[in-house]
Each structure stands twice: as C-alpha cells, then as structure tokens.
C-alpha cells in the first residue's frame, strides 16, 4: 500500500515538472515569434515597464537591437535594447482575437417563434 502510494506521488511530482516545462516552452515560442515579427512603428514595453516605439532594428554581432523612441512632446529619447529586452507589443492580442471570432447568427424566420409563446402555447393544450 505505502509502494503504490509512492508511485502515485513520484508520477504526479513528474506530471507536474513535464506541464510547466511544456508551459514554459510554448510561451517562449510564443515570445521569440513576437520578437522576430516586430517592425517599425510598433509599441512595445520592455522587461523593465520601458514604454517606447521602434524607430529602428539592427543586427550586430549575431545579436538583434531596436531602437525605441520613447516620451512626450518635448522630452523625447531614443535608446537601444537588445531584442530580448522587449516583451509585449500594444495591439497585437486584440488583433489576434479580433482575428479569432467568428459570430454566426442564424437567420429570423416567420416560422421561428419566441420561447415564452412556446410555453403559453404549451400551457393551453
């Protein structure tokens, strides 16, 4: 009883460890693939709550940077961060599911009747 109590522990205990790294990898996937589809004009946020536009992108050195623009008015700064510095791109999730839903409605006809005379019918017969 205590061996088969084990197994089921040490099976869960794995169970646990494959999901997270299952997890863990599809997000980076996902993360990476964000990364290599930004362009210019796109609003990013860096790992740090750095909130600026790409103006620029470059490669040096087998590494990917953007230059980001980023302020108000008359205080603007650019700067430059490394491609892995950039994690969340405004917009992208709302086009995404904009792009996902798919509403159909089925048309009225003189047939179709609402529910509560269905029931009012019912209750007479």
Known sequence: MEIALMIILVVLVVALFVISYMKKKKYSTELGQMREELKVGDKVMTDTGVVGEVVDSYVEDEYKYFVLKSGKDNNVGY??????AIYYVFGKEQAQKQEKVV??????????KPAEEVKKEDKKQ
Not at 103 to 112: I, S
């Open 79 to 84: 700067f430059t961060v490394h491609a892995n």
């Open 103 to 112: 509403v159909k409605v089925a048309p009225k006809t003189a047939e179709t």
